[in-house]
């Protein structure tokens, strides 16, 4: 874990600046980047939210690859009008390749190749691969970059009322989602673009940086303190994405409804038969007629999330992790390694954590105890066990809470009730 003091000079925005100095990421060119164990970390937090919700609504996880033949494209009459965004490349054999920078071509093709019937629908089927756009401008690190993480589902159903059914349950288990993380997302009525089709739904946190501009109405701020979803109370209220606000247009009044600057999560589109009809993705329906298949894409910007939860969950010291994501649950801050007792009950706590499979960090260097501090409100642990000298000798930790920062001073013994 890097740690870096300074202030990086080429990140302008929070997040950036957090995720370089937490030593989570490394740019390895304009808009790629490996991401170092404790960026790693969260990335696999987020992605087991994801899936947990995933599988909940029943969709399935498989994988394509990240390399596509632009055949498929050629086929579903994309590959000339997708633009720059997409990096095009030979093989030795003069095989057109690209690096994918979406998947709907390549699962229409899985998907008629293996299934013929109405009876084996509706189908959800969702990836986590990372796709490559060549951005005309990266920026914010992982915010925009060229490649990035994304999970990535389609539904298939026999009829429309089928695929939106489909749609509607993506749309909650979304929301669920995002609530999961410990983000205040307000999903937006916006555009198809590229992907096609006449009804999506983008999922946004407001954020001062943002690069997108959403129109909503006031009450999603109220909405978003509460602790649990009112998924009606979400639904029906007025929230779209800047192309498709009309002052004129909507059931409302002008001073109830606010913009704001907001950060695209996700995206969910219903596309109908674009893909199937020019892909020969059909089915038998129940009379025995062959019909194509209605199908909807759903995206996540995984990697995009990392930035986003950073963006909304900072203060001047550093990140606050929301618990689900966070890449540790706990740090243990020895603050005297040459004190015989203060390794014991640090060792002690951490061995307690770990068999409870609570994920914790244990910082055993030598670092003064002001620079460990500062370490750990940087690199943002819900929870901090502090272990120093004076207290220790009477078998007290002192629990510091990153969000609030309230510390509370406690017996060994009754440390780890706060975990289990
Ligand atoms: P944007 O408007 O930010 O360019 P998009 O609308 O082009 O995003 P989609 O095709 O809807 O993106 O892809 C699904 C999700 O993938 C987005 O909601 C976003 O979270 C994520 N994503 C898209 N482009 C990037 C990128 N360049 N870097 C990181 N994440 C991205
Ligand atoms: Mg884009
Ligand atoms: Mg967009
Ligand atoms: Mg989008």
């Known amino acids: 874990m890097p740690v870096l003091k300074e202030v990086p000079a080429e990140a302008q925005v929070i997040s950036h600046r957090l995720m370089l100095r937490s030593g989570m990421i490394r740019q390895q060119a304009s808009g790629v980047y490996s991401w170092l164990p404790f960026g ?3 990335l696999q937090n987020i992605i087991k939210v994801i899936t947990r919700n995933m599988s909940k609504v029943g969709s399935l996880e498989m994988l394509m690859p990240c390399i596509q033949p632009a055949s498929l494209w050629l086929e579903s009459g994309r590959f000339e009008n997708y633009g720059k965004e997409m990096l095009k490349f030979q093989d030795r054999h003069d095989n057109t390749l690209l690096f994918g920078p979406t998947n709907e071509d390549m699962i229409t093709d899985v998907f008629r190749h293996n299934i013929q019937s109405y009876k084996d629908l509706p189908k959800n089927l969702y990836h986590i691969q990372w796709k490559f756009r060549d951005e005309i401008r990266p920026r914010f690190g992982v915010m925009r970059a060229r490649e990035f993480l994304m999970k990535d589902a389609y539904s298939f159903d026999i009829d429309q009322a089928g695929a939106h059914k489909s749609y509607n349950q993506m749309y909650l288990a979304y929301l669920q989602t995002f609530h999961d993380m410990g983000l205040h997302v307000i ?39 509460s602790k649990s979803l009112n998924m009606e109370e979400v639904g029906s209220l007025y929230a779209v994405a800047e192309e498709k606000h009309d002052f004129n247009n909507g059931n409302f009044l002008e001073d109830e409804i606010a913009s704001s600057k907001s950060i695209e999560i996700g995206h969910i589109f219903y596309i ?7 892909m020969k993705a059909v089915v038998n329906d129940s009379n025995g007629n062959l019909v194509p298949v209605e199908m909807c894409s759903y995206g996540i910007g995984i990697s995009r999330l990392v930035a986003a939860i950073i963006e909304a969950n900072h203060d001047e010291k550093g990140i606050i992790w929301p618990s689900s994501v966070a890449p540790f649950t706990v740090s243990i801050l020895n603050l005297n390694m040459s004190d015989d007792k203060c390794n ?29 501090f500062a370490t750990h409100d940087l690199i943002g642990s819900p ?19 990153r969000k609030t920062g309230k510390i509370e001073e406690l017996d060994i013994n009754l440390v780890m009730k706060l975990f289990l």
């Open 187 to 225: 999903p937006v009525v916006a555009d198809s673009g590229v992907i096609g089709g006449d009804l999506s739904h983008e999922f946004h946190i407001l954020a001062e940086h943002g690069e997108s501009t959403i129109f909503y109405d006031k009450r999603f701020l109220h909405l978003s303190a």
């Open 344 to 372: 014991e009950l640090s060792k002690i706590l951490y061995d307690q954590l770990l068999a409870s499979d609570v994920s914790v960090l244990y910082d055993d260097t030598e670092e003064r105890a002001g620079s460990k």
């Open 40 to 42: 790693l970390r969260a």
């Open 383 to 401: 929870y901090q066990l502090i272990i120093g000298s004076k207290k220790g000798a009477s078998d007290i930790v002192e629990v510091k809470n």
């Open 272 to 278: 109908g038969t674009k893909y199937s009809k020019a």
